[in-house]
């Protein structure tokens, strides 16, 4: 195992952060992959799998049976582990300016594709290394810029990093939830093994969801390379996603152990644990399908909701979901699902304004093509 520590520039005197960063294998065989969590800093189910997972790594290094290389960074967002308003921890968005830290990350097609123009050999193995070289000089090239943010320092870091992976898993969690999974539909079926290890309940495929999420900054570059090149020449060099390990509070020993076992399972499906590691129960119920099947039903109305289906429910079109309560006027608002699917998440409190999130619903059907965002900020 190896440790290293990437250093991130302060705003101001006195500022310091820093990334660390562990890897087990080598790159003598097998496949890389990196996991990170606590990317939205506050969201801590990542982490525990994490904490439990990298003890397992570290031995079966030293037993010889790890081929290929994997690189844990447990703590990606110094930035956000720090923030504290009012009493409460706050990770998801930058205080500094409201930036969610899941979003606007890199997108470096363009200069990857000028960089690339007659450069590329018949060996695809070559050119994806020669990509990667390339995306790391890129990287770099925007880190020495001395006026950066603290906050793009982060993303362009982490980007630095999981770009020399071919597989890259972004360890999150939702609000009140059950497992479920956000990944580019180019690393599908190649993710179909997390999807069954983690016991996703829902897994959603996109290839743009529109909020340039982290995962989506590693997978495009090698879309655009592979319709601009051709796909003899351009491998796909990364499967990337989004994990959702739950709700915010299930963060416990149990859940930990069981996520740990699962990533490692995952690592002995792909041949990067030379080890069995056992299936955990499947859900009852499981949606794969496109993310434009997620339904995002919001508040019309603000008010406290009393909820009548809760995640794991299966329900109809028209069945309702919820009710919200106006307690000046003392009138109800009925929610209603607007397709038949999965509930799979929810806010964790009960008060909402008008435009908040009231329930998602997982379904099979494409229920917001044309949607410009198809993520909740
Ligand atoms: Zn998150």
Redesign the pocket.
Known sequence: MQTFTLNLGGMVPGETYSLRLRQYGSDKGGPSVYMQAA??AD?LPGMAALAMLEPQLLAAESAGKLCGRVTVVPMANPIGARQFINGRHQGRFDVADSLNF?RHHVAIDEQLIERLEGQLTESADDNAAFVRVQMATIAQQALDDPCLSVADQLRWQLFKVASNHQYVLDL??DNHALVHLYASDSSWPALAPLHHRIGSVATMLAEVSGGDPFDEALVRPWLALQRHFGETKIPMGCHSCTVEFRGSNDVNPDYAEQDAAALLGFLSDIGVYQGEVEHHAAPKRSVIAPLTAMSIIRATTGGMVLYDKDIGDWVLTGERVARIHDPLEQTWLEVFADQTGLIYGRPIKNWVRRGSVVTKIAGEQPVRVGAVKLLTD
Do not use: G, M, S, V
């Open positions: 990317l939205h969201e899941n999150h969690c």
